[in-house]
């Protein structure tokens, strides 16, 4: 149990490190130059709607130690919601499972964030129990960004609640510094 509670701390400082890295772009327009932007919608089940802000959405792709690749897809809106997507083992377009303990573990996080205050954050994690909780497909990559569709379901560790993320689209530029 706390190797799950590690586990989950670590998700939520890379979301918030996700969150800081987004809201650190040189301009707010969209665009293909390197500073993100794009668009993540989704249903939440209990929120409703999510549409991310333009200016904090994109995606990062990184290899580590010129072995395997890892691509980062995330969005937020200006209530303090997000979502954050990490693949691991990344090979480009195609479906990849959000499977806890797997080898090229990929993982989801549904953050909601209490703008007033931030030490009430809730999380809702991809990485509760063995087995798929979910997918995401990466359609189309470019030069400029990515596109795809994804669902997950999430737990909250304080709380053992559920939620359902269905109906997830994207088309993100990447993020470069």
Do not use: R
Request: proline share 1%.
């Amino acid at each position: 149990m706390n190797g799950f509670k590690f586990f989950k701390q670590c998700l939520l400082l890379l979301a918030l490190f996700s969150l800081t890295l987004s809201s650190c772009s040189k301009d707010d327009d969209e665009n293909a130059s390197g500073d993100g932007g794009g668009e993540m919608t989704a249903n939440i089940s209990g929120v409703g709607s999510f549409k991310s802000f333009p200016a904090s959405s994109n995606a990062v792709k990184q290899t580590i130690a010129s072995t395997s690749t890892m691509l980062v897809v995330q969005g937020t809106n200006s209530d303090g919601h997000g979502i954050t997507m990490t693949i691991m083992g990344y090979t480009g377009e195609g479906t990849y499972d959000f499977t806890f303990g797997s080898v090229n573990s990929s993982s989801a996080i549904y953050t909601k964030t209490d703008v007033n205050n931030p030490m009430d954050t809730q999380s809702w994690s991809s990485q509760y129990m063995t087995g798929s909780t979910g997918t995401i497909t990466i359609s189309e990559e470019t030069d400029q960004g990515v596109e795809g569709t994804f669902s997950f379901k999430g737990k909250n560790g304080n709380d053992d609640t559920i939620k359902t993320i269905s109906e997830g689209k994207f088309k993100v530029n990447f993020f470069s510094n």
